[in-house]
């Protein structure tokens, strides 16, 4: 039975996944990313991880890995990324050293927007964007079943789309990005703020359902400014679904309700996009690293 290997980095975790051509997943693994001890170190577990579970696979046959930040997928390489420190790094390259395995190299958001697309919530429509709404917030935007990653590695950065004018200071150096304004970390800090308590964004959710004053004029905030970032996407990609992913999606109607509404109200002569939960969790951009590398064997 071949099998590929899929590896998702996060900023605080590996998902690792063997995984049969026709998308079966047989084996799981989580490992921590270790950040704190530097690039070269994260770099090292990453390689030791896909390899030891090159060991393990049956007939394995190529390497799919997924990372934050900007990536070149065309030459492999991973050429940013603030979380964990690397510049210019030829990910792919070392990773088909490490393991004698053709590798694919890919964005982790677009990775789980093309599982979303392939396997999940999308699964069917012509065209869908991706948007996990977590710590931060990013897109994909899935054409014809491939993912647009754009001239320089830097498609979909949904989050630095400015709503609020000289809102919030972005970590990007802009003022009232969409990150700043609606993200999971937003909500939380905005509820701190407005309360002087700490809450995480889901306490706030669940605060808003039971009706607390504080938390609903919170969550009304985020809402608007999750609205006003995807009535610009559908102005821009016009895609047949939308499908919200991350932490803040796990808030179910609480979330997609008011935000299906707040988007009808503010299209004009746009199409209505369907708007949707993903389907596939925290699994889609491990999902989306084997598909990369299926696609990496043609399969």
Known sequence: MDTVIAVDVGGTGLKCAIVTADGTVVHTERHATGRERG??????????VAAGLAGK???????????????????GVASFSSNIGWRDLPLRALTEDKTGLPAALGHDVRAGGLAEARMGAAQGAGSSLFMPVGTGIASAFVLADRVYPGAHGAAGEIGHIVIRPGGRLCLCGQRGCLETEASAAAVASRYAELTGRPATA??????TRTGEKAAAEVWDAT?????????????????????????????????????????DARRTFHGRPRLVRAALGDEAGCLGAALLALDRLGT
């Open 39 to 48: 690039p070269d170190a994260v770099v090292a577990t990453i390689l030791d």
């Open 57 to 75: 696979a049956d007939h394995p046959r190529a390497v799919g890995i997924v990372v934050p930040g900007v990536v070149d997928e065309v030459n």
């Open 202 to 207: 889901a306490e706030v959710a669940e605060r």
């Open 223 to 263: 809402v608007d400014a999750l609205a006003d970032g995807l009535h610009t996407a559908v102005a821009l990609y016009d895609p047949e679904v939308i499908v919200i992913g991350g932490g803040l999606a796990e808030a179910g109607d609480t979330l997609m309700r008011p935000l299906a509404a707040a988007l």
